[in-house]
């Protein structure tokens, strides 16, 4: 039988991502992965959307849309950006951070379930699997 890569691939984004946001439902945390990055972003300073479109690597408009989600959930605010008032940053309230910092507990222990029944050189070369796709599919 051929390897089923791209399948195996998907059947385990869905799976991680179902887990993930049943264990964030389960911490009260009503969140999808793409608004969660954007978060996860914002833990270190204020972005703007620019910045927050290629951290993140998806187009604007997807960015405008996780922020208008976030921002309704009030888990993050626009303020206007002092060195040029055309401009927005995005940053977290304390709600987000609050959830942040429990997202970052659950996504640890997330990180150690995918680990466990691996030696560190079976998680090096699968971390190094996954790394290459950013170089082989740009």
């Not at 195996?8 to 990055?37: T, V």
């Not at 309704?72 to 609050?98: H, W």
């Amino acid at each position: 039988m051929e390897n089923r890569i791209i399948y195996q691939l998907y059947k385990a984004e869905h799976k991680l991502k179902n887990f993930m946001k049943k264990l964030s439902r389960d911490n009260n945390i009503e969140i999808s992965a793409g608004e969660s990055g954007v978060l996860f972003l914002l833990q270190k300073k204020q972005f703007k959307m620019s910045e927050l479109s290629q951290k993140l690597g998806i187009d604007n408009s997807a960015v405008t849309r996780l922020v208008d989600r976030l921002e309704a959930k009030k888990l993050v605010l626009r303020e206007v950006n002092p060195l040029d008032r055309r401009q927005y940053l995005i940053c977290l309230t304390k709600k987000g951070e609050s959830d942040v910092k429990i997202l970052t507990k659950l996504t640890n222990k997330t990180n150690k379930k995918i680990k466990d029944g691996f030696t560190k050189e079976e998680v090096d070369i699968f971390l190094r699997v996954l790394a290459s796709f950013e170089k082989k599919f740009k």
